[in-house]
Every structure is written in C-alpha cells, then in structure tokens.
C-alpha cells in the first residue's frame, strides 16, 4: 500500500517512537506488532492527531485514534 501512496500516519507523526497496537496478555508484554493506519497522501495535509490509546481490560489490541 505504501508503493502507491498511502502514508502510515502514525508513523508520520511519531516517526522514532517505539509503540505497539497488539500485545499478548498471557505474557504480559507490550511488545507485539503494530498496525498501519494509512491513507492516501492527500489526506495527510489534513491530520491533526494520530494517537494510540490506553489498552482496554478485555482486550491485547489497542485502539488507534486519527483526526483529520
């Protein structure tokens, strides 16, 4: 996706930060991977924030937030 144009806009904004949207909860780590949140590269003019949230008790995914 990224060859035709799509930008990963939480790495546009945090481009040195280690962060992670998945984690395993068995082995209580926040290492695991992270997704992308891309769009295209005409949107990225447009964003504001792009942020990942604290963890929910349920759930070893966190939720990531854009504002354009």
Not at 7 to 23: G, K, L, M, Q, S
């Amino acid at each position: 996706m990224v060859e035709e144009g799509f930008v990963d806009v939480w790495r546009e904004r945090h481009p040195t930060e280690r962060a992670y949207t998945w984690f395993n909860r068995a082995l209580a780590a926040r290492r695991g991977t992270r997704g992308q949140v891309l769009v295209c590269s005409d949107l990225v003019r447009r964003l504001r924030t792009a942020d990942i949230l604290d963890p929910l008790p349920w759930s070893g995914h966190l939720p990531v937030v854009i504002e354009l």
